[in-house]
């Protein structure tokens, strides 16, 4: 079904390394980097809550710096329940929906007050209060634009498979990781 590789509990240094290195071979080119110079975006994606993509998420983000890349952005995009601050003790005053907001006049000055760093990666964090609802056509693709141009990897640690505001970051990923557990609810999912 397209799957690389899968990990097994417990998970050691030893089988994230082979299948990152399984993953780094079956690029074209054996390049890191998207196509003509524009970062490659991974969207990590879980199939119901508490399946392990978020930590999936901040261990792909670490390891893509220590196989070389030099700019990697990790963006919480789960505006309900982003954790990633949290994990990454991690404070910033702004998050993704500012970016959004301001999404017409954005730069990299602006950009770079709105991003935390965190061991050499650049880190977008989501709301500190979870968002109770998220407009309809609220879209990633102006997020996601942006980094592929200021970054070589972008991983994207989505909330869920539902919805259109984690649609459209998968639309616009290189990559999809769907993240999900031998559970009867992840996999209906």
């Known amino acids: 079904a397209g799957a690389v590789d899968f990990l097994l509990r417990p998970f050691t240094a030893d089988q994230f390394d082979a299948a990152f290195s399984k993953m780094a071979r079956l690029a074209p080119g054996g390049e890191v980097l998207g196509g003509e110079g524009r970062a490659k975006v991974i969207c990590v994606m879980p199939a119901k809550g508490a ?9 792909l983000a670490y390891q893509f710096k220590r196989q070389g ?20 003790k991690l404070k910033s005053s ?5 970016v ?3 999404g017409h006049e954005l730069d990299e000055d602006l950009w770079r007050a709105t991003v935390a760093t965190s061991g050499g990666i650049d880190v977008l964090l989501a709301p500190e209060m979870a968002a109770s ?12 634009n942006f980094a592929r141009n200021a970054y ?8 869920s498979v539902y919805g ?3 649609l459209s970051q998968a639309r616009a990923a290189t990559e999809l990781l769907l993240v999900t557990t031998n559970e ?3 996999l209906h999912a």
């Open 184 to 186: 009867l609810p992840a």
């Open 100 to 102: 959004l907001q301001r």
């Open 133 to 144: 609802t998220l407009p309809d056509d609220l879209d990633a693709t102006p997020i996601l």
């Open 164 to 166: 259109e505001w984690n």
């Open 51 to 59: 399946c392990g993509a978020t930590t999936l998420a901040c261990n």
């Open 152 to 159: 070589d990897i972008v991983v994207v640690d989505t909330g």
């Open 69 to 88: 890349a030099e700019r990697v952005l990790l963006a919480d995009l789960d505006p309900m329940a982003g954790t990633m601050s949290f994990l990454l």
């Open 94 to 98: 702004f998050s993704f929906l500012d």
